[in-house]
């Protein structure tokens, strides 16, 4: 897992995985972030806590270099993205086609895009005057926010919603969904044709 914040979406995956619903080990935490929660939840679970920034190395491609050796030295299979805040290169994206998965705050392809990240996104929703939001589990491609679609899931905007409440009722699906998302990869039931994500034996 890749994280920039508290890892709240760690929190409930390696809930998910002790309550036998998400048939996964998580194998490292890298964040760019020395101070990120979710590094510290890693450290609490003995699974291994990486910091590693593109600002302590003296190019993109050692950066780039360095995070690959990671990965393969924890024998990494899917990288999942949560909350984290940097745009992940062409190479690494590359080496781990169709197996990294970013998990977006809203209804994708709307309020998604650089600079679109945690209450952006649900101001934005309100500013426009959507009556419902929801969340994402995408494939990452070299966009931002731009590959597509495994699962998606409605919130409904209450009239009186503020980006806080309206924050606090979608991170409610996204605990929920993403664990979801990722234990499709675990039964082997994703399928990628194009753009498009086909889920076998739909329930």
Do not use: W
């Amino acid at each position: 897992m890749f994280a920039s914040g508290r890892g709240s979406n760690l929190a409930a995956l390696l809930s998910a995985i002790g309550k036998g619903e998400l048939h996964a080990t998580i194998v490292a935490v890298i964040s760019n972030k020395a101070e990120a929660g979710a590094l510290d939840i890693a450290r609490t679970h003995g699974i291994p806590a990486i910091h590693l920034s593109s600002e302590l190395f003296s190019s993109p491609d050692e950066f780039d270099q360095t995070l690959l050796q990671v990965l393969q030295e924890h024998r990494v299979e899917i990288i999942a993205l949560a909350g984290y805040l940097k745009k992940l290169s062409s190479s690494i994206i590359r080496a781990y086609k169709h197996r990294i998965v970013n998990i977006h705050p809203a209804l994708l392809p709307a309020f998604g895009g650089k600079g679109m990240y945690g209450h952006k996104v649900h101001q934005g929703v309100l500013d426009y005057g959507c009556k419902v939001s929801g969340v994402t589990v995408h494939l990452v491609d070299e966009g931002y926010d731009t590959g597509p679609p495994i699962l998606q899931r409605c919130v409904a905007v209450k009239e009186d919603d503020s980006a806080e409440t309206l924050a606090a009722r979608v991170l409610e699906q996204e605990h929920q969904i993403y664990a979801e998302a990722l234990q499709l990869f675990a039964e082997e039931r994703i399928e990628i044709h194009g753009r498009k994500v086909i889920i076998k034996n739909p329930a």
